[in-house]
């Protein structure tokens, strides 16, 4: 996926929250992913056409091709959750390269090695003490996509 697509993605779906779980078992999913899940999901079909995308998240459709890895036309939860995975993953690890002295927080300084969240810093920095760390990042993202909808 192209950096472009990794940040719609992580802006347009950051309520996915999978819990850890044995293999075999099925992931528990947020009950905000599932409402917004089921807002996009009109003809109630238990997965998302790219005609459902484009009507009710214009984010998600623009990233479509990129999520669907059965290239069925269709997305699945499961399709969406990995997706979000793989972002969150890319995520952390630009989080940690910009975390050049590895206090596990970002500066103002270290933030410009990411720049929209370099862009978004006073926003994000909940207590205002100049650094950024993972709980504010996810605070943050988490009110985007309430603020935001599924877009």
Do not use: H
């Not at 089921?38 to 998600?60: C, F, H, R, Y």
């Not at 690890?93 to 990411?114: C, F, M, P, V, W």
Request: with cysteine; proline share 5%.
């Amino acid at each position: 996926m192209n950096k472009r697509v990794w940040i719609a993605m992580a802006i347009a779906l950051p309520c996915v929250a999978v819990a850890a779980e044995p293999p075999g078992k099925k992931p528990r999913v947020n009950p905000e992913f599932e409402r917004q899940f089921n807002n996009v999901d009109t003809d109630k079909d238990g997965k998302i056409s790219k005609e459902e995308a484009a009507q009710k998240a214009p984010t998600l459709a623009a990233s479509f091709e990129g999520i669907d890895t059965g290239q069925d036309g269709y997305l699945s939860k499961n399709e969406i959750i990995a997706a979000q995975q793989k972002v969150r993953e890319g995520f952390s690890r630009r989080l940690q390269d910009a975390d050049r002295n590895k206090d596990g927080k970002l500066s103002r300084e270290e933030a410009q090695a990411i720049p929209n969240v370099s862009a978004r810093f006073d926003d994000i920095d909940a207590n205002r003490d100049g650094q950024l760390v993972l709980q504010e990042i996810n605070g943050f993202l988490r009110n985007q996509g309430k603020t935001s909808g599924t877009q």
